[in-house]
């Protein structure tokens, strides 16, 4: 089939009605369009142009974050690298967290209160108590807490514009505090790709 194509770009003469190019080229056509579809940042419907922008990056980076992990059995769930290392789980873990911790910051101007310390500092902070504590869970335990976390994430910038995503709380604008978010679950996928590589 592929000669078939290249006779007729060599020979654009050939009734390409009469061969089996066009369909050919019909579905390469529309398989392309689907993928570079897929490939761009829109905002979701009901949101602000820069908020939904930033929903978009934001969505993408957690799906990819999921597939990295998402077929870890225990064993790579609670995976350490070395004794200093966070298990993939743990990290799902500190994203969320993060995540949290940024809700209160950008919508309430404030960090963590005394029962949200409690929930989230472990996961947010990592090391030792993280190692000790977060085990022998399944990976979709970690991705439901991330999974909560995200939805309300969504629910709340449903509420704001555009203008209230460039103010300044303190030194910091909305805008680049959920860029952070961003960023920060960006390098943390990229941790991710590299931890389960060395899984054995």
Not at 58 to 78: A, M, P
Not at 105 to 112: D, I, K, L, P, S
Not at 143 to 168: Q, S
């Amino acid at each position: 089939m592929t000669s078939k194509i290249h006779d007729y770009i060599q020979n654009p003469k050939i009734d390409i009605r009469k061969t089996q190019v066009l369909p050919v080229l019909l579905i390469l056509l529309l398989s392309t369009s689907t993928l570079f579809s897929q490939i761009e940042i829109k905002a979701p419907k009901g949101y602000s142009n820069d908020i939904g922008n930033m929903i978009s990056m934001l969505d993408n980076l957690k799906g990819r974050v999921e597939r990295i992990v998402r077929n870890l059995d225990q064993e790579g769930t609670d995976f350490l690298l070395d004794d200093n290392a966070n298990s993939p789980g743990a990290i799902i873990y500190h994203l969320a967290a993060t995540e949290a911790y940024y809700q209160v910051y950008t919508f309430e101007g404030r960090t963590f209160n005394v029962e949200e310390k409690k929930k989230w500092e472990t996961a947010l902070s990592l090391g030792d108590e993280a190692r000790a504590e977060f085990k022998d869970k399944p990976i979709s335990y970690y991705m439901d807490i991330f999974d909560d976390v995200r939805k309300k994430t969504k629910e709340l910038l449903k509420t704001k514009d555009d203008k209230w995503f460039a103010e300044t709380n303190d030194s910091m604008s909305n805008h680049w505090a959920w860029f952070h978010v961003m960023e920060h679950q960006a390098n943390h996928m990229g941790q991710l790709a590299m931890i389960t590589k060395r899984i054995k």
